[in-house]
């Protein structure tokens, strides 16, 4: 697996191997659902058949699959690494998807981290710390997280926008997902 996503630093349970990692996976093994929507194959979510078709196939997959076996990674070295429930929620307004996307929250030195190596594009190329510690910058990308009083937490990222006039700018805040802290069986992903 290591080798698959090009992780050659040594391997330690600390933060910066952990964000290593999540860099590392999100450079090599690419989201792909062609399973799902062209080939209408049924989709496994078990760790062997998930490693078989990641690492062994060279294919990529999508959140339940790439998170499911990042977590058994994070296991495997001895992270304290549990998948949970996220909700997309990169849009306007009050409304919130069903669950559709599986995350992975690791508790390292009584911090909880946020990972995900499962959508690419708007989620951290590292760890994200958990907390009401303020913003996070990682590879250059502003990020923080807002305690939602029930058992989940959301993920904010800041971003630099030219104005219409493009001499000037201005910093957003937009809302990418919700996640709970709980840990979730793996079956609850089926």
Same mark, same amino acid.
């Given at each position: 697996?290591?080798?698959?996503?090009?992780?050659?630093?040594?391997?330690?349970?600390?933060?910066?191997?952990?964000?290593?990692?999540?860099?590392?996976?999100?450079?090599?093994?690419?989201?792909?659902?062609?399973?799902? %929507? !062209?080939?209408?194959?049924?989709?496994?979510?078990? /760790?062997?058949? $998930?490693?078989?078709? +990641?690492?062994?196939?060279?294919? #990529?997959?999508?959140?339940?699959?790439?998170?499911?076996?990042?977590?058994?990674?994070?296991?495997?070295?001895?992270?304290?690494?549990?998948?949970?429930?996220?909700?997309?929620?990169?849009?306007?307004?009050? %409304? !919130?998807?069903?669950?559709?996307?599986?995350?992975? /929250?690791?508790? $390292?030195?009584?911090? +909880?981290?946020?990972?995900?190596? #499962?959508?690419?594009?708007?989620?951290?190329?590292?760890?994200?710390?958990?907390?009401?510690?303020?913003?996070?910058?990682?590879?250059?990308?502003?990020?923080?997280?807002?305690?939602?009083?029930?058992?989940?937490?959301?993920?904010?990222?800041?971003?630099?926008?030219?104005?219409?006039?493009?001499?000037?700018?201005?910093?957003?805040?937009?809302?990418?997902?919700?996640?709970?802290?709980?840990?979730?069986?793996?079956?609850?992903?089926?």
């Amino acid at each position: 697996y290591l080798e698959r996503i090009n992780y050659g630093n040594k391997v330690e349970v600390n933060e910066n191997c952990l964000s290593g990692l999540v860099d590392a996976h999100q450079k090599a093994i690419i989201f792909e659902n062609l399973d799902i %929507y !062209f080939e209408k194959r049924p989709v496994s979510l078990e /760790i062997d058949d $998930l490693f078989d078709k +990641l690492v062994t196939r060279r294919r #990529g997959g999508f959140c339940f699959e790439l998170n499911g076996l990042f977590v058994a990674l994070l296991r495997s070295i001895g992270f304290d690494a549990w998948s949970c429930f996220c909700r997309v929620t990169m849009f306007e307004g009050e %409304y !919130f998807m069903p669950i559709n996307h599986r995350g992975c /929250i690791v508790k $390292l030195d009584n911090q +909880l981290y946020y990972c995900d190596v #499962g959508s690419g594009g708007p989620m951290p190329g590292g760890a994200l710390p958990i907390g009401d510690m303020g913003e996070h910058t990682i590879k250059g990308e502003t990020y923080f997280t807002i305690d939602c009083g029930d058992g989940w937490r959301e993920m904010w990222r800041k971003s630099k926008v030219l104005k219409a006039d493009e001499a000037t700018s201005e910093w957003i805040s937009k809302r990418i997902l919700r996640f709970s802290l709980n840990h979730t069986d793996p079956i609850d992903f089926v």
